[in-house]
């Protein structure tokens, strides 16, 4: 609007200045520099129009505009005053009436030169303004209103999505993605965020009915991206995890070169790009897609339409629409179903204010979810009624959020603020998150009680968030665990909001903030850097006492490396850190200075280091969190860290476990050979524990030494030779979850697990008979995976055999034509997916029910 007013402005002026050659010199460059400095001030106004809730840039902008109405009002007068004597003269009266006419449009030039002359004192006070009150700053700092346009992106929940009122989407989109037309295609999906673009581009994404795919790979860009990121993601996303390694050398051009090159030896492939914002990121990485007609296709998700058409000439464009009524309400259904006809009432009026938003109406049930009361009920009725409105969507889902948040304990509120130091988009490891929680202290070990730890308090408050819909699941594991959470974009901005208002944390990006910012840090005891940390570190060491900081972490770091002396820096001036997460920056060394941070509780290691001796000081110390596929070494002094309780790296080397170390609960991966010389006697509290085979690994092992974890609850073993036997764990009756790939050839190993069994992953086991009857007795198996275990064409399940089996997923059992069930055979079924089982056709009908072909 403002942007407009100034248009229309500088074109007036530039008319007048062309066309009045009979004016004063000096108002005429007035008038010239008037004209430019609303040309050069456009620019800000554009920036600043989308951020007038900001007060001092609302006050701004409406005086650029008084100044810009004020010039078009002064040339207006003067045009129609011409207008007025321009009719032509013919008599002696019209004659006098023209020279009275030239002497007043002398007065009048002559009033435009003041007029001018005072709009010109005006704009100089505007620019002095502009920098009195920092508008530029204020200006860089992130957009608000383009957070808010980001606040209904509806997030993915692989596997689990709940997508109501699409069935006709889904099969015109299916009938497109399973086209004969073997041409490269893409298909675009949009509409109005919370919509539910990404649950149901997921849904068509992880579909067993598109089984014509040989690859697939999926990526959500966002508004603020970073395309070498995204490169790399897709690639991660074909290739495997363990493949990212191979990408950490490649700049953007090598990864252009690099994807097509993959996917020109992968056959059909199906790629999932999500929440798309600017045709140029399109732009930029379309040509990573070779056209090898053979049927691949793109789907792409996005809030603009224009994106949608434009990304390609024969793009197959789809506009979703919102829920009807009926829709509405039986999603709502889902989560919060009433008990009674007048809350079934009560309901349906306020899912009716959602107007037919998945988004909004989710939160709504996951508040009430929480207490299926007439009077709860009834008083979100109210409060909804009066603060919403009818014409206007985005504040009745902040409304919502509002609810749900002020309705969390202070310790839940807590745990939800602290969602807030995640980027857009992110993927949160649940494990991470529940630690971090610890290590903040908003759960304490006061809290503990029999049989209940901090980390199972830290799960119950992960849980309820779930089920409030405030955290978002976005992929499962195997066996239906939740692997990793995403955080909405609405909900990410609340947090972001709250946290900062209730002092419990603060996020700077880099290039963002300024040394005129300072006041953001102050009370402030948690900082999360995005990107650089340089310019903080200049920031904070001129002008913050750096001793009041309790938590730092450096988040999304793009550039990679992190410079000795960075790290030094913090390692000086930090001393009451309890948590420093620099688990997203590459280093090749952490300085002995680390030891110094004596308060630390968590500690999130850079990438590719040698953890040096002086780790030994830090005796707080609860969690040691490593990058991901990065293996540490990792000194003897770490048997002197009696408070740990998680050692989340993958170990590269000896490991010197000391006899006191009894609260440690998480060991990550550790070869057989050096677990063989930890004596575990008092490791009782050990819960998880992940061990590999060395390549040459040999059969002189044991797994002894597993029996005397009486609290053992999650088990892992990946070797290359033959597993030893497993009687050991016999003694572990608290073990629920076991992954064993390597070779056991008897099934009758098997009868060493423990009643306790719930989750049971086998792989590459080469069972020489059917492991079936033996499997079939674990009576609270709940998840079972066989991968490559057994070469006999049938495999046969006794009478009730798997009471409790609700998950069955075979793979590669390339012999396998037959499988039999007895009568009461899986009676809790309700997955079963095969995955290249090609021979297999005899199928027993509880079984067929369930079946998801992939």
């Known amino acids: ?101 030239v002497c007043n449009r002398e007065v009048m030039l002559y009033d435009i030169g003041k007029e001018i002359e005072s709009l010109k004192r005006r704009i100089e006070v505007i620019k002095n303004r502009r920098n009195e009150y920092r508008i530029d700053n204020i200006l860089a700092t992130p957009n608000k209103q383009q957070k808010e346009r980001t606040l209904l992106r509806i997030t993915a929940i692989n596997n689990q999505v709940e997508v109501v009122g699409f069935e006709d989407d889904f099969k015109i989109l299916k009938a497109e993605l399973d086209s004969k037309d073997l041409a490269l295609k893409v298909i675009s999906i949009h509409g109005m965020g919370g919509l539910g673009k990404t649950s149901l581009a997921t849904k068509l994404y992880n579909s067993s009915e598109l089984r014509n795919f040989d690859t697939r790979a999926k990526v959500c860009v966002s508004n603020e991206y970073n395309i070498k990121d995204v490169l790399k993601r897709l690639v991660t996303s074909f290739m495997g995890a363990e493949y990212e390694q191979k990408l950490s050398t490649m700049d953007e051009y090598h990864l252009l070169q690099h994807l097509p090159e993959l996917l020109q030896s992968r056959g059909r492939y199906l790629v999932l790009i999500d929440d798309i914002w600017d045709i140029k990121v399109w ?65 349906k009026e306020m899912v009716g204010k959602c107007r037919g938003l998945p988004l909004a109406i989710v939160v709504l049930s996951g508040l009430l979810l929480h207490n299926m009361s007439y009077e709860y009920w009834s008083k979100v009725k109210e409060h909804i009624w009066r603060h919403l409105k009818d014409d206007d969507l985005s504040p009745q889902i902040g409304e919502i959020l509002s609810l749900s948040y002020n309705d969390l304990s202070p310790q839940m509120k807590d745990c939800f603020l602290y969602l807030a130091r995640y980027p857009e988009d992110h993927v949160i490891d649940p494990d991470e998150l529940k630690h ?26 992960l849980k309820e968030l779930i089920n409030r819909n405030l955290l978002q699941v976005n992929d499962l594991r195997w066996n239906g665990e939740v692997k990793s959470c995403r955080v ?46 340089g310019e903080y570190l200049k920031l904070v060491e001129r002008r913050f006492d750096a001793l009041l900081v309790r938590s730092l972490a450096v988040v999304n770091y793009l550039s990679g490396k992190y410079e000795l002396k ?45 953890i040096p001796a002086s780790i030994g000081k830090l005796k707080k110390l609860q969690t040691l969190h ?106 572990c009756n608290r073990l629920k979850s076991v992954d064993l790939s390597g070779i056991l050839k008897d099934p009758s190993e098997l009868r060493h697990l423990p009643d306790s069994i719930t989750d049971l992953s086998l792989r590459e086991s080469k069972f020489t008979e059917d492991p079936m009857p033996t499997l079939g007795s674990l009576s609270n198996l709940t998840a079972l995976r066989l991968d490559n275990v057994y070469r006999g064409n049938k495999m046969v399940c006794r009478p009730n055999a798997f009471p409790c089996l609700e998950i069955l997923k075979l793979l590669f059992f390339s012999n396998l034509e037959e499988l039999e069930a007895g009568d009461g055979a899986f009676p809790s079924l309700r997955q079963f997916q095969t995955v290249d089982c090609i021979k297999l056709k005899n199928i027993p009908v509880q079984l067929a029910e369930c079946l998801q072909n992939s």
């Open 1 to 101: 609007m403002v942007d407009a007013i100034v248009s229309l402005a500088i074109e007036k002026l530039g008319a007048f200045i062309a066309q009045e050659v009979n004016i004063l010199l000096e108002v005429k460059d007035n008038l010239r520099w008037l004209k430019d400095e609303l040309r050069y001030l456009q620019s800000s106004v554009r920036s600043a129009e989308s951020r007038l809730e900001e007060e001092q840039i609302r006050n701004w902008v409406e005086d650029v505009r008084d100044v810009a109405n004020d010039a078009i009002k002064i040339l207006s007068d003067f045009s129609a005053h011409q207008e007025e004597y321009a009719a032509p003269k013919r008599g002696i009266l019209d004659r006098v009436r023209g020279c009275v006419c």
């Open 283 to 347: 732009d930029q990485i379309k040509t990573a897609f070779p056209n090898q007609k053979n049927g691949s296709r793109i789907i792409i998700t996005t809030r603009n339409k224009t994106v949608a058409k434009t990304v390609d000439d024969k793009c197959f464009v789809h506009q979703l629409r919102f829920l009807t009524e009926d829709e509405s309400w039986e999603l709502f259904c889902k989560r919060a179903k009433p008990t009674t006809q007048n809350m079934e009432k009560l309901g």
């Open 488 to 533: 909405h974009d609405l909900v990410r901005d609340l947090a972001i909001k709250k946290a900062k208002e209730h002092k419990l944390l603060v996020v700077l990006e880099s290039g963002k903030h300024h040394p005129e910012h300072i006041h953001l840090l102050e009370g402030q005891p948690r900082h999360v850097i995005y990107n650089e940390i």
């Open 436 to 461: 971090l929680w610890i290590a903040e202290e908003f759960i304490s070990e006061a809290e503990e009680s029999e049989g209940v730890i901090m980390e199972d308090l830290a799960e119950d408050c």
């Open 626 to 731: 490593g990058r991901r596929n990065t293996y540490y070494t990792v000194p003897r002094e770490i048997c002197e860290l009696h408070e740990l309780r998680h050692l989340h790296i993958k170990i590269r080397g000896s490991l010197n476990i000391g006899t006191h170390q009894t609260k440690l609960q998480t060991l990550g991966r550790i070869s057989c050979k050096e677990w063989m010389k930890i004596d575990t006697v008092n490791l009782t509290n050990l819960h998880t524990l992940c061990m590999y085979g060395d390549r040459y690994q040999s059969n002189s092992y044991t797994l002894e030494s597993v029996a005397n974890l009486t609290s053992l609850q999650t088990f892992t073993l990946w070797i290359n030779v033959e597993i030893p036997t497993l009687k050991p764990l016999s003694s």
């Open 566 to 610: 960075e790290m030094k820096l913090v390692c000086a001036r930090f001393k009451n850190l309890k948590v420093l997460d620099m688990t997203s920056v590459h280093s090749e060394v952490i300085p002995e200075e680390i030891g110094d941070l004596v308060h630390l509780k968590y500690l999130g290691l850079m990438g590719h280091i040698e």
